[in-house]
T-cell receptor, first 112, second 114 residues
């Protein structure tokens, strides 16, 4: 089955700096890669996603890149703000069964 | 206007009891899921239903039984609760059959077994 590895597990950045989270996946048939943000005590919220036919997608301060050949994808947050502090999860969707496999999460702390 | 809702939000119970968690979505989605998030925040799928039919059943103990009375509802019944069942359980939904894979999560149910 699919296996998703996420790094780093914790990330501390100064406000205004950039944050990068990286994920690798094992199943070359996976075709959809969402990113979720989970604040303390809240639900995971979809913040951006990318499909396998696209190499990069951007939405304001966040962007995601996908390298299908290397089977890895990354989340980039620019000009970080304290409200970006949360746990971020990457995930990969297998082509069959609509099954999302999540990475282990990255706890991001933005220091003012 | 809540999209995916769950009840209860908190559930505290003793070992050996039986409990249920309910989930409802008003997004018109055809696929619903149950996820378990453990104390280390790891999110793992348990079950998935598409139009009331079970399509994903991960290696979950038989004490866990999902039920989908219609495509807007997915409930989770847990028999003989154990300490290790303590976790946050999230319901989610997606329009899985129309090329729209985005999954939206409910607020979660924090289950504590004592």
């Amino acid at each position: 089955g699919e296996n998703v590895e996420q790094h780093p597990s914790t990330l501390s950045v100064q406000e205004g700096d950039s944050a990068v989270i990286k994920c690798t996946y094992s199943d070359s048939a996976s075709n959809y890669f969402p990113w979720y943000k989970q604040e303390l005590g809240k639900r995971p919220q979809l913040i951006i996603d990318i499909r396998s036919n696209v190499g990069e997608k951007k939405d304001q301060r966040i962007a995601v890149t996908l390298n299908k050949t290397a089977k890895h994808f990354s989340l980039h947050i620019t000009e970080t703000q304290p409200e970006d502090s949360a746990v971020y999860f990457c995930a990969a969707l297998t082509a069959a069964g609509n099954k999302l496999t999540f990475g282990g999460g990255t706890r991001v702390l933005v220091k003012p | 206007d809540t999209a995916v809702s769950q009840t209860p939000k908190y559930l505290v119970t003793q070992m050996g009891n039986d409990k249920s968690i309910k989930c409802e979505q008003n997004l018109g989605h055809d696929t619903m899921y149950w996820y378990k998030q453990d104390s280390k925040k790891f999110l793992k799928i348990m079950f998935s239903y598409n139009n009331k039919e079970l399509i994903i059943n991960e290696t979950v103990p038989n004490r866990f039984s999902p039920k989908s009375p219609d495509k807007a509802h997915l409930n989770l019944h847990i028999n003989s609760l154990e300490l290790g069942d303590s976790a946050v359980y999230f319901c989610a939904s997606s329009q899985g059959t129309s090329g729209r894979p985005e999954q939206y999560f409910g607020p979660g149910t924090r289950l504590t077994v004592t």
